[in-house]
């Protein structure tokens, strides 16, 4: 069984506006989302993605850092705050918040803090990614079924 368009579209502007509800997204996804048009139509698709590939590549690289004894704090700040202005730039409210916890974190140069933080923004990313990989699921079957979203 199918859904129709309106059907599809009622799920998006529903989990869209949960994702906003629940905190793991801000004003700054519904700005890049106007900068979507006809002319750019993956435009959000493809900024989103590229911050899941920047986010693999930087928790990789905390987690490398983390686990060098001693841990290089300094590099791990580098990385918690170029997250952080990544995750600002897509409207990614709580990645950016976690990462702002961690910064302060490198800063006293607590491990078992950073460790958590660590953990704890792999666990919002993960969500975030499944979530946002959603809503653009919900999309396409929008466009294949002849609709619009906006």
Do not use: W
């Not at 923004?121 to 294949?144: G, M, T, V, W």
């Amino acid at each position: 069984m199918t859904m129709d368009v309106n059907q599809l579209q009622a799920k998006l502007r529903e989990h869209q506006s949960a994702m906003f509800q629940q905190g793991f997204l801000d004003d700054q996804f519904s700005q890049l989302q106007k900068l979507q048009d006809e002319s750019t139509p993956d435009f959000v698709l493809e900024v989103v993605t590229m911050f899941f590939d920047d986010s693999e590549n930087l928790l990789k690289n905390m987690a490398r850092c983390l686990e060098q004894v001693p841990a290089d704090f300094k590099q791990i700040d580098a990385y918690a705050h170029q997250y952080k202005g990544s995750s600002a730039s897509v409207g990614a409210a709580r990645v950016k918040s976690v990462c702002a916890t961690f910064r302060s974190f490198c800063e006293t140069k607590n491990l078992d803090g950073c460790m958590r933080c660590l953990q704890q923004l792999q666990q919002e990313y993960s969500l975030l990614k499944n979530s946002l990989q959603y809503l653009f699921r919900l999309q396409n079957d929008i466009k294949a079924a002849g609709g619009s979203f906006s």
